[in-house]
């Protein structure tokens, strides 16, 4: 059974940092490439980052980039996503989703993605 798993989330002072894990287990991630998204009360779920199954590329939205980092350990069969300098506008649901390398290059657009985990709340607040 496909599975993804994030967890690491919890609630933080603004400023602080989180470290957010997505495990994959029934199939191994070596070949798929991986989107961080996150979902704040009555908004859209966005696009946070995402990064290749080679790692050649990483990508980050602009309201993270220089804060979040995207990383991979295909021996771990698990992708993170390190988040410092939190803000207050970071709280959400974060989800994390794989699909099927492709094409060369990652996407955060929902629709390329078939796999999807259950979620990990991120709360920045003081």
């Known amino acids: 059974q496909v599975q993804l798993v994030e967890s690491g989330g919890g609630l933080v002072q603004p400023g602080g940092s989180l470290r957010l894990s997505c495990a994959a287990s029934?199939?191994?991630?070596?070949?798929?490439?991986i989107s961080w998204f996150r979902q704040a009360p009555g908004k859209e779920r966005e696009g946070v980052s995402c990064?290749?199954?080679?790692?050649?590329?990483?990508y980050y939205a602009d309201f993270v980039r220089g804060r979040f980092t995207i990383s991979r350990d295909n021996a771990k069969n698990t992708v993170y996503l390190e988040m410092n300098s939190l803000r207050p506008e970071d709280t959400g649901v974060y989800y994390c989703?794989?699909?099927?390398?492709?094409?060369?290059?990652?996407?955060?657009?929902?629709?390329?993605?078939?796999?999807w985990g259950q979620g990990t709340q991120v709360t920045v607040s003081s």
């Open positions: 989703a794989a699909e099927r390398q492709v094409v060369a290059g990652c996407s955060t657009a929902k629709k390329t993605y078939a796999y």
């Open positions: 029934g199939f191994t991630l070596d070949y798929y490439a």
């Open positions: 990064i290749s199954s080679s790692d050649a590329s990483r």
